[in-house]
């Protein structure tokens, strides 16, 4: 089985994650989010992914795309691994709702 990883293969990676959390963040409030261990954890792990997905890329595949904000994906993974404890749950609540959907379409 050949499994060749190259830009097709990374953005469906990435589509799956955003779908996941487009499903799975729905119908959830702030509260619920900050309160619910497992979710919370599950969606930082997809946004982890989308960030690090992203980063494999190619430059011209990003450069066809550049409407989509790559810099603040990348950052992303950074934010969360190395201030995990500190994570502002608006921003990631806010994120979740509204930017994660909004990438979704980008990619569609």
Known sequence: MDNVKNDNYYIQK???DLEFISKHMKNVDIEELGTNELLLDS???R???ISENS?????NFKKEKENIPWGA???????IVHDYGNV???IVF??????IPD??????
Do not use: A, H, P, S
């Not at 994906?73 to 934010?79: E, I």
């Not at 806010?94 to 930017?99: A, F, G, H, S, V």
């Not at 990438?103 to 569609?108: Q, S």
């Open 14 to 16: 990435i589509k799956q």
């Open 43 to 45: 969606m930082l792990f």
């Open 47 to 49: 946004m982890i992914q």
């Open 55 to 59: 980063r494999k890329l190619t430059d």
């Open 73 to 79: 994906l990348y950052g992303l993974r950074n934010r």
């Open 88 to 90: 502002d749950l608006n």
């Open 94 to 99: 806010e994120t979740l709702k509204t930017d």
């Open 103 to 108: 990438l979704l379409k980008l990619l569609l």
